[in-house]
C-alpha cells in the first residue's frame, strides 16, 4: 500500500532533519575533540614552562629544586670557604718549594721572658721583612701553597715563602700585622683557644677578627698547646678536633692546617689530625715545604730574636738543601 501524498512529504522531511541532526552531531564531536587537544597542548607547554606562573608548584618540581638547591655549596660557620678553594689552576699539580718561617712574640724580651729567645722586636722584624721584599720574595698562606700542589693555582710572580706566627700572641696582631700590610702580604695565624688570654698578651676576638679582615689564614695549635704525644684518644679529639670546629664555627674560616705544638707528634697524633679533617701539619724541624713531602710533616724555620735581615736570608737559603724530614716521629 502506497502513503498519500501528504504523509510522503512530511516522512521525507523527517527524514532530513534526522540526517541534518546527524551531520550537526559529527561536526560537534570533531569540534569537541579538537578542542580536547589544544586543551592538551596548552598544558603540555605550560608545565614545560617551569611552572612559573602557578602559585603552587607540583611534587616532581618541589624535588628538582630542592635537588638544585642541595647541589650547590652553601658558606656557612659550619661549611666555610675561603677564596683559595675556589681559585682556578692548570689542573695539573704544581712544584712550589716553599720555605715556613715561624714566629712568636714581636716584642723585645721581658727580663723576665723564659725563652728570649722566641721574641723578635718589632724593629728587628720591619729589618727582616725589608730584606725579605728586596730579595724577591712575597707572603703566600698554606691554603694558597695547597692549590698550588694539588690544582696548579700560581703563587704569583716572584719567590712565594709563607710567615706563620704561632699560639696568637697580641703583638702579632699590633706590631707584625701593620708591617705585613704595608708590603700588601699576609700571615697565617697558628692560634691556641685557651692559656694565653688577653691579660698575658694574647690576641683578643676583635683582633683575631681584625687579621682575618686583612686577609691572613687562621689555622690552630689546638685548645691549649697541650703535649699532644701524651694525651689518650679523648684528649687528642678534645685539643684538634674541638679545636679546629669551633674556630670555624666562631669565624667561618676552614681552619685547614695544624700546627704541632712544640714540635711534639707521633702516628697516634698525626692520625687524630687527619680524622679531624686538617688537610696538613707544620712540625719544627728545619727545611722547605715540598709537594713530595707528608703534608702532616711539613718542615718549617724557627726565627730567633737577634737575627739580622742578612742572617735570616742566609738562613733560608742553607735550608733549601736540606735532606728530607726524617722518618721517625718526636720533636726537633
Not at 728570649?116 to 728587628?124: D, H, I
Not at 699560639?167 to 692560634?191: C, D, F, H, M
Not at 664555627?249 to 714540635?263: A, E, I, K, L, T
Request: aromatic share 6%; net charge positive.
Amino acid at each position: 500500500m502506497s502513503l498519500p501524498d501528504r504523509d510522503l512529504r512530511q516522512l521525507r522531511r523527517e527524514r532530513e532533519r534526522g540526517r541534518r541532526a546527524a551531520v550537526r552531531r559529527r561536526r560537534a564531536g570533531v569540534a569537541a575533540a579538537f578542542a580536547a587537544v589544544v586543551i592538551a597542548i596548552v598544558v603540555a607547554v605550560a608545565a614545560s614552562d617551569g611552572g612559573s606562573r602557578s602559585s603552587t608548584p607540583t611534587t616532581g618540581q618541589r624535588l628538582a629544586s630542592r635537588t638544585d638547591r642541595d647541589a650547590k655549596p652553601r658558606h656557612s660557620a659550619s661549611t666555610p670557604r675561603s677564596s683559595t678553594t675556589t681559585a682556578k689552576g692548570t689542573g695539573v699539580p704544581g712544584n712550589a718549594t716553599v720555605p715556613i718561617l715561624m714566629y712568636h712574640v714581636i716584642n723585645p724580651p721581658p727580663a723576665s721572658a723564659p725563652y728570649p729567645g722566641l721574641y723578635v722586636p718589632a724593629s728587628e722584624f720591619t729589618a727582616q721583612m725589608q730584606a725579605l721584599k728586596a730579595a724577591g720574595w712575597h707572603a703566600v698562606t698554606m691554603d694558597q701553597l695547597e692549590a698550588n700542589w694539588t690544582r696548579g693555582v700560581s703563587l704569583g710572580p716572584g719567590k712565594p715563602i709563607v710567615l706563620s706566627f704561632d699560639n696568637g700572641y697580641e703583638s702579632q696582631y699590633t706590631n707584625a700585622l701593620p708591617v705585613l700590610k704595608r708590603l700588601g702580604w699576609v700571615g697565617v695565624e697558628n692560634i691556641q683557644l685557651s692559656g694565653l688570654p688577653p691579660s698575658q698578651g694574647g690576641l683578643t676576638d676583635g683582633q683575631v677578627r681584625g687579621l682575618l679582615a686583612a686577609g691572613w689564614e687562621l689555622d690552630t695549635q689546638g685548645i691549649s698547646h697541650a703535649d699532644l704525644i701524651t694525651l689518650d684518644a679523648a684528649g687528642l679529639r678534645y685539643q684538634i678536633d674541638s679545636a679546629r670546629q669551633t674556630l670555624r664555627q666562631r669565624y667561618g674560616v676552614p681552619v685547614n692546617w695544624f700546627c704541632y705544638p712544640s714540635g711534639q707528634y707521633n702516628a697516634t697524633v698525626i692520625a687524630a689530625v687527619r680524622a679531624a679533617g686538617f688537610v696538613g701539619s707544620t712540625t719544627v724541624v728545619p727545611g722547605w715545604a715540598r709537594r713530595s713531602d707528608d703534608p702532616f710533616r711539613l718542615p718549617r724555620l724557627r726565627v730567633l730574636g737577634g737575627t739580622s735581615p742578612s742572617s735570616l736570608l742566609a738562613q733560608i737559603d742553607g735550608a733549601e738543601s736540606s735532606p728530607e724530614p726524617p722518618t721517625s716521629y718526636g720533636s726537633a
